[in-house]
């Protein structure tokens, strides 16, 4: 009999792809989708919601001369279409919001990976996936995906109540937005105070937490140190941090 709760890794063949963006819309005034096409997206694969791929941006970071690259989510892809889409969170200054910003249908974008998936399996008995706007496109992928009635609450930070989403799906889910203001040095504080409340239901359950680096700790502090939820069913991940460029530099390959 299978082992319940095993996370599976899988490899990807890393392969780099140029993209067309064929259409720009607003999920919320500071979310925006980008959708591309490309002959190349026909054996493009994602196995978790979860996975990231590497932008490559036509630009040069100034003092190495490296490309400029960053991580995102493939939100949606269709390989019959031959699209992916990415939601770009829009937070000010940053070669990519601001690529994303004024991104046009015609202009090309380079992508690699995703080179791994960390394969969680839809056995759990209930799902918690908290985070910021970056993380909102894993969590609403992964909330269109779990498997009909399996509880998941997802407690999200945002700047005001415009920027709540909706997801189709037919888990039960529960969404509580912390409407913040501008992303600061309090969010990890407001998201646990948010979590205070929340009361995990019977069995085993899955904690993915994802956003600003400083918010992302104190959180799995607080699930793994004062709630001892097991390391094996939780997965936290700095998707950003505070005043520092993200992404890696290294010229040539997708990491
Ligand atoms: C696995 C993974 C998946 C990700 N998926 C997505 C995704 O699907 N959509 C998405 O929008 N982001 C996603 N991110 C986050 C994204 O890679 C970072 O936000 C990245 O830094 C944005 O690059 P930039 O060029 O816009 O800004 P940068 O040049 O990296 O940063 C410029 C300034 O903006 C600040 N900053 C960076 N990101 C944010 C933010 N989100 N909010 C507020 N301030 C910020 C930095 O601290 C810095 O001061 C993901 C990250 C990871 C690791």
Redesign the pocket.
Known sequence: MAVPHQLVRVRHELRRRKLVVSGVESVTPR?RRIRFTSPELGDFHSSSP???IKLF?PLHDGASGAP?M????P?TFDNAGKTLT????L??????????ARAQVGQTLEIGGPKGSLVVPDDFDWYLLVG???????LGRRVEALRPGVPVTTVVAVANEDERQTFETRASWRPEWVVRG??GTRDGELLRRALAGFSPPAGDGFVWI???AALVRELRTLFVEERGHPTDWLKA???????????SSAPGKPA
């Not at 990415?86 to 969170?89: L, M, N």
């Not at 910021?132 to 894993?138: F, I, K, T």
């Not at 991940?237 to 992404?247: N, V």
């Open positions: 979310m979860d996975d990231h941006f400029v960053r991580d995102f989510t939100r990415i939601d770009f969170a937070h000010g200054s940053g070669p990519a919001t601001e690529w994303a910021d706007e970056s993380a909102l496109p894993a501008e992303p994802a956003g600003e991940a700095a998707y950003w941090h505070r005043g520092e460029h993200g992404g």
